[in-house]
Structures are given as C-alpha cells and as structure tokens.
C-alpha cells in the first residue's frame, strides 16, 4: 500500500510539471459510473479467500467535487460507491447467496490540461476511508461489515459539448488491504474475526466509467 501511494504522488508531481493555463473555472461537479473489475489479489468475500473467484466485476458510480484555485490545479472531495455479488455453494454444499457494497470517500488533488480546443485530460489521486458492508440470505442469514484505509487515482479524458459542461470518460484505479477486522452478524448474534492476512478481505479494482462534468 505504501508503493501505491508513493507512486500516486510521483505521477501527480510529473503532471503538474506539465500542465498548462487555459481555463478560469473555479468550481467542478461531476458525475460517473461504469463497470468495475476487479484485479490481482483481489478478496470480497466474507467467508474467506477460497471463494473470492466468484467475484469479478461490479457496478460503479462516481461523484466528484472539486474547487480550482489556479486554472490548472484543484482540491476536492471524492465519493464511490461499488456493487456485487456472488452465488455458490459453501464447501459444495451449502447455498449462498450475497450482495456486496463499499463505499469510499477521500480528498482529492486533481490537475486538468486542455489541448486541440475543447478536449481537456484531468489527473487526480486521493487518499481515504472505505466501507465495505455483505448481507447475504437463502439458507444463511448473515451480515459482515468492515472498513480499511484506501488510496485512488483517476485519469479521465473530457470534452466540452458546452461552455460550462462536459462529457467524460477515463478509467479510476482503487486499492484497499487494510480490512483487519469483520463484524458479522449471524441470526442476531454478532462476533468480531480478525482473519490471517492471506485470507482477509482485499480490493483491488479499475472502473472504467463514463459521465459528465459541470463547470461554474
């Protein structure tokens, strides 16, 4: 997790040394979603690693507020929420059923550079909080809810269709590997597990997602 954040803040850096004054716009809010996939180590399910392959993709939306105190460069406040599930039988036998939800909110540092006119390309990275919460029912009532430190970055290609709005589309990268502790609730009993650290929950996901952009 330390090489990603450290990596966020290198590109960043090598972007700011490139952008260029264009625009007087002070503040942005956009608005995306698309499909997230998730990738390498991935691990979403609550009842350990050995079912994380049943989980692949999911939905995502994005929102984004940004204020710009120079043309080029802006702070801001990102939220994401993601979504999916799975359906399989627990050690061959048993049905399961879930719905998966993360939530994640971060403060953003974000650069935009236009060129050829009305097409602009926008950088922004962020470090945050995420939620992850699982209900699951068909033969086993249960509910896990956990959180973890996460880290962002977005790069996204718009194009202004007007003077104060824009349609966009990009990619945005999300890691979190810090879920050390699940609170799960079976038949209204609960209990606190903390998994070893091959079989704890992780996410690591690329959203390809495709929205606007509103400028004033």
Do not use: A, E
């Given at each position: 997790m330390k090489r990603c954040?450290?990596?966020?803040?290198?590109?960043?850096?090598?972007?700011?040394l490139l952008a260029q004054k264009k625009s007087d716009e002070k503040f942005l809010i956009s608005v995306e979603a698309g499909k997230g996939c998730l990738i390498g180590k991935s691990n979403v399910s609550p009842v350990g690693v050995n079912y994380r392959n049943q989980y692949s993709s999911g939905?995502?939306?994005?929102?984004?507020?940004?204020?710009?105190?120079?043309?080029?460069?802006?702070?801001?406040?990102?939220?994401?929420?993601?979504?999916?599930?799975?359906?399989?039988?627990?050690?061959?036998?048993?049905?399961?059923a879930d719905d998966i939800v993360t939530y994640y909110v971060a403060p953003q540092l974000e650069m935009r550079r236009s060129f050829r006119n009305n097409f602009l390309i926008s950088f922004g990275m962020g470090i945050g909080y995420m939620y992850y919460k699982n209900e699951s029912a068909n033969e086993i009532n249960m509910k896990t809810i956990s959180h973890s430190d996460a880290a962002n970055m977005d790069l996204m290609f718009e194009y202004k269709i007007m003077k104060r709005l824009s349609i966009r589309g990009g990619v945005s990268c999300i890691a979190a590997d810090n879920f050390k502790k699940m609170k799960r609730t079976i038949e209204q009993e609960t209990i606190i597990i903390k998994p070893q650290k091959w079989?704890?929950?992780?996410?690591f996901?690329?959203?390809?997602?495709?929205?606007?952009v509103g400028a004033f």
């Open positions: 954040y450290l990596s966020l803040f290198l590109l960043f850096f090598v972007m700011v939905i995502s939306i994005n929102t984004k507020v940004m204020y710009f105190w120079n043309s080029w460069i802006g702070v801001g406040l990102k939220g994401n929420s993601f979504t999916t599930s799975g359906d399989y039988l627990l050690n061959g036998k048993v049905n399961y079989d704890k929950i992780q996410m996901r690329i959203d390809y997602i495709f929205g606007i």
